[in-house]
């Protein structure tokens, strides 16, 4: 069985509940796409199987318990064991750690309402945000915004296509591989500079009488 066919099992089952509990999980496990549960939850809407206001509150919904569910795994971690977790990591650095962690301090409030609407970062940025130990209400309603605008254009979208609702999810997948490829670019860029340092000769070497 599909994951298509598992969530609109779901659906059928449970109806717009249902729809929430798969987008609940899509943030834990995001190999299953909210891109492909929005516009089919949109579509059975259209179909009169589940109303289109139930459909929007209970995937909101969804969104805001995964997220939550993943600020509490940042919040249990806190950020010494992150840290040496991270710092366990090849290639990378504490100082990277402390000014990812600068810059979230100064950029959290966005990176937390307009990561909801990047692909696989929309979960993953709930994270820090527990790290950080963001503020409940502020990261509350910064992922119930963002979230309620990304599962709304899906939906909407799902509903006005219809049986064609498939559609969204071939865009958005197009979206999600450009996202991916510039953050694996990101990846390679930053070990190619870290393995680069690594060969340079530090300054003391390079002044060294031989």
Partial sequence: MSAIDWVNGLMDTLGAPGAGIAIALE?????????AILPLAGFAAST??????????????????????????????GRDRTVALAARLPLVKVSDIERTEAWFLRHGTKAVFFGRMIP????????????????????????????????????????????NWTQVTDLVSA???????????????????????????SPTEVSEPS
Avoid: C, D, Q
């Fill in 27 to 35: 943030n834990l496990f995001p190999p299953i796409p909210s891109e």
């Fill in 48 to 77: 009169g199987r589940m109303s289109l206001a139930a459909v929007l509150l209970w995937t909101t919904a969804g969104s805001v318990i995964g997220a939550l569910a993943l600020y509490g795994v940042g919040a249990l971690l």
């Fill in 120 to 163: 696989v970062f929309r979960s993953l940025v709930s994270v820090p945000a527990g790290v950080e130990r963001m503020p409940l209400p502020v990261f509350l309603t910064l992922t119930t915004l963002g979230s309620a605008l990304w599962n709304t254009a899906f939906v909407l979208a799902g509903h006005a296509l219809g049986a």
């Fill in 175 to 201: 979206y999600s591989k450009v996202v991916l490829a510039v953050a694996a670019l990101a990846v390679v860029a930053f070990v190619a500079v870290r393995l680069l340092r690594r060969g340079r000769p």
